[in-house]
């Protein structure tokens, strides 16, 4: 009889707990992008196809699978880098990173026609002007995607590098003169 | 010297080779031949840039307004002699990378006539605020290196309801005697300003801190402060970093400022013996802030000396008049050893922040031959902030900029003790720059990052409105054709 009880209770129990975890499993559903729409909320959103990928939510998912380093991003620099690196919980080596040279596109005002195609693609609206006017680019919104360079029939707006001025000058790294160590040839050395 | 170290009230610090007696004996040159040409950098302050308020070619007179100061925080600039303005242009600023800066060129007539001023008979019958203005209108900034302005500190005092006033005496720089002169010469100008500063903050007492290694300047100090009992004159040990204002404030008040406030917020304000005397002469004579006494030492310098010079000399002129072996010139440092900058070239103007310019040989430097950390901790036990120098020079060596600023990156004041002390010459204050540089370039990149998402988001949301609008007129314009054919049709019936 306390068999029979025993089974079920025990059935009783594992089809009730069954139940919950099948409801709990359709409505607690967690969708496995999340992390994709984090990494897209942490890019810049310009969709400038800088990294190779058609834009910033195809560049999180390659992120997320693994087939993207997190320095992909040149406009996000290595500030971005790592903040991605600390979201996906990877060991980051900035230490190979060669950190882009900054560019900033600049309208050469004898060869403007004034055709406002620039403008038009800019995805920051860091270009203003209007048609037959000379346009001209605001440094600070410029993000150096090119896209404008592109367009542009006369070839006036060209990359500059950004200018060095009072104001942007930062020490230098200092350069380091010890030799790397290298485990095996120093095992060598001193054995 | 041992209940020194034992002391609760100085951390860190070491006692640095001083090197004063190459000046320190020597009274304040006064015959530097005015030069042809003065160059005026429009900044030469913490805050925005003043804005040039003259042509070229304009007359001015010594003391004449040049430049007036922009926003909450800034300084204006004055003519430190009088002649004709020839240039604003750019030019090479005083900076380690020496890149241009907007900078004002006056063409000395020779006479050095003094603007016109109207004097205030008693300037304790001022009211305080009135005290701050006329310091902010006379362009003093903070002398000893620090070029806050001034005024702005006063106003901050009166705010924040201070009760005592430091005055830095301590010149705790090496080779640097320029506040050491000053006191033991114009001993009574500076207490003067003291009380002038005491009244334009609201203030009740004065403590004057002079390094022990100045027994002159504090005799002197100390009579011209006998008549006022409400100012003191101190005498505190001779340790670098003892001019650091949170170090002076510890040992003279024991009062600890807290990390990222001001020390007015405890009750206390700093102030340069140098400010001191500069308020006296804006506020007794109606003199701007036009020049400056500089100490110009060093091994390359044959006639090291103490000369007051108008601002905007070049260095290459107060070179000339000093004998500087050019041959035997290593490295050339603006302000003291320590903490100074090393220039590029001496085509550059002397600013308000120019304490010293030295000349140094190849022995006075240290080896640059860099050596692997042995971990002696050295460079903690002096760290006057208490912080961990040879671990947030590992992180950065690395890259973990995090983790450097985690161990109190932003809390280093760049004094050079950890530099100094290190048997390995390892260059800790410039991994310290470089990474604090950095921080501060990934903040702005992340702050720009941030505003590129909003002017796309802008961009986006009016790119659909547009569409939107356009939509909505095609369907008006389509719908006001098919009316149109609509009547012409109930025309053509009727008809």
Redesign the interface.
């Given at each position: 009889m306390y068999v029979l009880y025993a089974i079920i209770s025990l059935t009783l129990l594992g089809l009730f707990l069954g139940l919950l975890l099948g409801i709990a499993g359709k409505y607690l559903k967690v969708e496995s992008s999340a992390i994709v729409d984090e990494l897209e909320a942490l890019m810049p959103g310009s969709q400038c196809g800088q990294c190779g990928f058609p834009g910033c939510r195809p560049a999180a998912e390659a992120l997320a699978a693994g087939q993207a380093p997190a320095t992909l991003c040149p406009p996000g620099g290595s500030a971005l880098a790592e903040q991605i690196a600390a979201l996906l919980g990877i060991d980051l080596d900035l230490n190979d990173v060669k950190e882009p040279e900054a560019l900033v596109a600049r309208v050469s005002e004898a060869t403007c026609t004034g055709c406002t195609r620039c403008f038009k693609v800019c995805p920051t609206d860091a270009i203003v002007g209007a048609p037959k006017q000379i346009h001209a680019v605001v440094a600070d919104a410029c993000i150096a995607c090119e896209k404008c360079v592109a367009v542009c029939p006369t070839e006036c707006l060209q990359m500059h590098p950004v200018e060095v001025t009072l104001r942007n000058w930062r020490w230098p790294k200092p350069t380091l003169d010890i030799p790397a160590r290298t485990p095996g040839i120093r095992s060598n050395a001193l054995c | 010297m041992l209940n020194l170290f034992g002391s609760k009230r100085i951390r860190g610090g070491v006692h640095a080779e001083e090197h004063k007696s190459l000046t320190s004996a020597q009274a304040i040159a006064t015959d530097f031949p005015l030069p042809k040409r003065l160059y005026i950098p429009v900044q030469q302050h913490v805050g925005k840039p003043a804005e040039p308020v003259i042509k070229v070619g304009e007359q001015v007179l010594k003391g004449q307004l040049l430049a007036h100061s922009q926003g909450m925080v800034s300084a204006p600039v004055h003519a430190p002699s009088s002649g004709i303005i020839i240039d604003v242009n750019e030019y090479p600023?005083p900076?380690?990378?020496a890149?241009?800066?907007r900078t004002i060129v006056l063409e000395t007539d020779g006479n050095d006539k003094w603007l016109e001023s109207i004097l205030v008979a008693d300037p304790f019958t001022l009211s305080p605020e009135d005290i701050s203005l006329r310091v902010g209108a006379a362009g003093i900034v903070g002398m000893g290196g620090a070029t806050f302005p001034t005024a702005v500190k006063l106003n901050m005092g009166r705010e924040n309801k201070i009760h005592t006033l430091l005055i830095n005496g301590a010149e705790c720089e090496p080779y640097l005697t320029c506040d050491d002169r000053l006191m033991q010469e114009r001993a009574e100008q500076i207490i003067d300003g003291v009380r002038i500063m005491l009244h334009g903050m609201e203030a009740g007492d004065a403590i004057v801190a002079i390094e022990d290694n100045k027994p002159e300047a504090f005799a002197a100090m100390l009579t011209a402060a006998l008549p006022y009992p409400f100012i003191s004159v101190r005498q505190i040990p001779t340790r670098y970093p003892m001019g650091w204002d949170r170090q002076l404030i510890r040992y003279i008040t024991g009062l600890e400022v807290p990390v990222g406030s001001s020390s007015s917020e405890i009750g206390v304000t700093i102030h340069n013996v140098g400010t001191a005397y500069a308020v006296h002469n804006a506020i007794r004579h109606g003199q701007a802030l036009v020049s400056r006494i500089v100490t110009v030492s060093g091994g390359a310098v044959i006639k090291p000396v103490n000369v007051e010079v108008p601002l905007g000399t070049l260095i290459s002129d107060l070179f000339n008049f000093c004998h500087v072996r050019p041959d035997i010139t290593a490295r050339i440092i603006m302000g003291g050893p320590m903490m100074g900058d090393s220039l590029p070239h001496i085509n550059l103007p002397v600013v308000k922040a120019t304490s010293g310019i030295l000349a140094l040989t190849q022995s006075e430097l240290k080896s640059a031959d860099?050596?692997?950390c042995i971990r002696c901790a050295r460079c903690v036990s002096v760290c006057p902030a208490g912080l961990l120098p040879l671990d947030m020079a590992n992180n950065i060596?690395?890259?973990q900029l995090?983790a450097a600023v985690d161990l109190g990156l932003k809390d280093c004041i760049s004094c050079g003790t950890c530099s100094y002390v290190c048997p390995s010459n390892i260059?800790l204050v410039?991994?310290f720059?470089?990474a604090s540089?950095?921080v501060?370039?990934?903040?702005q990149?992340?702050h720009?990052?941030e505003?590129?998402?909003r002017?796309?988001?802008?961009?986006n949301a009016r790119m659909e409105r547009i569409a939107r609008q356009q939509q909505e007129e095609e369907a008006a314009r389509l719908a006001a054709k098919a009316e149109r054919e609509r009547k012409k049709a109930e025309q053509g019936e009727a008809a």
């Open positions: - | 600023a900076h380690p990378s890149l241009p800066i860099e050596q692997p060596r690395n890259n995090d260059p410039h991994y720059k470089y540089g950095e501060m370039a990934r903040q990149a992340q720009k990052s505003q590129t998402k002017l796309m988001d802008d961009r």
